[in-house]
């Protein structure tokens, strides 16, 4: 059973810094896609940076610049760091993997997610 476990969530004001972890178990298999997703109250869950299996990345245009998504794969760990936060990033961030090899921006594309955690930008 694959599981992902995500944490590095907080409070902080804006401009500050904070790093996600998303620890992944259950899978060995190299070939799975992963990504970071978001929700904020009353939204729809956005994604906000994508890896594929292969390494490559993508983000969403509202984050470029400012969060870096990387991976661990002999850690089985994925991270995000977020830079220069702004007020708007205030969400649910969740970890997701699906064992394809592209990742997407569609949340239902993915098979498991992580319980998510806490991020809250204060002004």
């Known amino acids: 059973q694959v599981r992902l476990v995500e944490s590095g969530g907080g409070s902080v004001e804006t401009g500050g810094s904070l790093r996600l972890s998303c620890a992944a178990s259950?899978?060995?298999?190299?070939?799975?896609?992963m990504g970071w997703f978001r929700q904020a109250p009353g939204k729809q869950r956005e994604g906000v940076a994508l890896?594929?299996?292969?390494?490559?990345?993508r983000y969403a245009d509202s984050v470029k610049g400012r969060f870096t998504i990387s991976k661990d794969n002999a850690k089985n760990t994925l991270y995000l760091q977020m830079n220069s936060l702004k007020p708007e990033d205030t969400a649910l961030y969740y970890c997701?993997?699906?064992?394809?090899?592209?990742?997407?921006?569609?949340?239902?594309?993915?098979?498991?997610w992580g319980q998510g955690t806490q991020v809250t930008v204060s002004s």
């Open positions: 997701a993997a699906d064992p394809s090899p592209i990742a997407t921006m569609v949340p239902d594309w993915y098979n498991y």
């Open positions: 259950g899978y060995t298999r190299s070939d799975y896609c």
């Open positions: 890896i594929n299996s292969d390494g490559r990345i």
